[in-house]
């Protein structure tokens, strides 16, 4: 008894879904579709006919123009002096007292003041 409601149910199921699928069909037959366009866009110009080189016509339009950023005029630099380098390359003596500050960690004396008590 089992097995016959269970393919009785099958059955229903199985004409539930033919119907549904014939009116799917039939609605797909009627439905409006959009016309074929014959013509392409090539290197951003409409070309007369299509061919497989063509993009498709654009779906979207920006209404807003597009406008370049503005960028000041870049200000002249008075070369009279010829060229200087942005750093200029100085050979400073390392002094005895900027060595004190490097000396050991358990010393806690600053600069010259290790110097002068010693």
Do not use: D
């Amino acid at each position: 008894e089992k097995e016959k409601q269970r393919q009785a149910e099958l059955q229903e199921k199985k004409e539930i879904a033919e119907k549904k699928f014939k009116e799917w069909l039939e609605n797909a037959k009627n439905k409006p579709r959009p016309a074929a366009k014959s013509y392409g866009y090539a290197s951003g110009k409409l070309t007369g006919f299509y061919s497989g080189n063509s993009y498709p016509e654009p779906t979207f339009y920006n209404p807003i123009p597009w406008k370049p950023i503005h960028m000041p005029p870049p200000k002249e630099v008075k070369s009279g002096m010829g060229k200087k380098s942005k750093r200029p390359v100085t050979s400073q003596p390392l002094t005895s007292s900027s060595l004190a500050v490097h000396k050991a960690k358990n010393n806690l004396c600053l600069g010259t003041l290790c110097q002068i008590r010693r």
